[in-house]
């Protein structure tokens, strides 16, 4: 075995717009990086992942966070919305440990961000921390004591899929009606507004002034910050940290974002802080290889 492979595991965050895979060394650091579209099909994607971790070398293990509700006992995905056609049912882990033939550990992408958070980001020390990840999707993960809470059914965290008056009239990815994803994602924000290129010209147009930039971001963030204070009142965290592509969208999505958490929540929740993870896009990638190294160590 060479040295590389002996000190290196395999991060990989599979979100519905993009795969992005690292190299990650036992103390966290990021060793080399690379990203690539998420192809349509599950075979494609399984075999996107392997060729992406091959192209940047030998590992020992490699730890996956994706998009769904993924069940890290059996490696499957449970469900998926359509942001990844078929994803739903796939054998993630058994799939990726077959085309890599490393041990394979695999959970929620979320879970993924909130971990990497936890070890080495803006969480780092804490004991009850909130992560919501706000991208393409929305979603969260709660971690006690660095463990992340998984539930019952593996399905802990779905923070998209939480009802909220803004979008009573929505219907959200998964096929449900008024869940706050679906006025709250990326997606829903460009769509609301319409004549944008993508999100990045929306939160632009917003700071230049356009009105009608500012009242769909705001729209989308007080939303988002009634469904993030009535879970902090169920959870009572620490920290919460907000992280993804929307949260990018600067002080006229923040403000109101945390205008509807103070709406929401106890007064014993008011000081709580609310903030921008200090990881980036990088926290995906650095949790799920938190969760290679664990495997790579029990192998």
Do not use: F
Request: net charge negative.
């Amino acid at each position: 075995m060479t040295q590389a492979a002996a000190n290196l595991v395999a991060g990989v965050d599979i979100g519905g717009t993009k795969i992005a895979t690292g190299l990650v060394a036992e103390d966290g650091t990021l060793v080399r990086s690379a990203t690539v579209p998420t192809p349509r099909r599950p075979d494609a994607v399984l075999d996107a992942v392997a060729a992406l971790v091959a192209d940047l070398g030998p590992v020992v293990a490699a730890g996956v966070g994706s998009a769904g509700v993924i069940d890290p006992a059996s490696g499957r995905v449970l469900s998926a919305t359509d942001a990844l056609p078929g994803w739903g049912g796939t054998d993630l882990r058994g799939g990726l440990t077959a085309r890599l033939g490393v041990p394979v550990a695999v959970d929620n992408d979320v879970r993924a961000h909130a971990v990497g958070e936890c070890w080495l980001g803006a969480a780092a020390g804490l004991r009850h921390v909130l992560v919501v990840a706000v991208g393409t999707g929305v979603g969260a993960s709660y971690v006690v004591d660095g463990v992340v809470v998984n539930g019952a059914h593996a399905a802990a965290g779905h923070l998209g899929h939480v009802p909220v008056p803004a979008a009573a009239a929505s219907t959200c990815p998964c096929g449900g009606t008024g869940h706050v994803e679906a006025v709250a994602s990326g997606p829903a924000l460009l769509a609301a507004y319409g004549d944008a290129p993508d999100l990045a010209a929306v939160a632009q147009r917003a700071a230049d002034g356009d009105g009608r930039a500012r009242e769909v971001l705001a729209r989308g963030a007080a939303a988002l910050g009634q469904a993030i204070g009535g879970v902090m009142n169920m959870l009572d965290p620490d920290l919460v940290l907000v992280t993804g592509g929307v949260s990018q969208c600067g002080p006229e999505w923040w403000e109101p974002l945390r205008a509807g958490v103070a709406a929401e929540v106890l007064p014993p929740l008011r000081d709580t802080v609310v903030r921008a993870g200090a990881l980036g896009s990088a926290a995906a990638v650095l949790g799920a290889a938190r969760l290679g190294w664990a495997v790579a160590r029990a192998a």
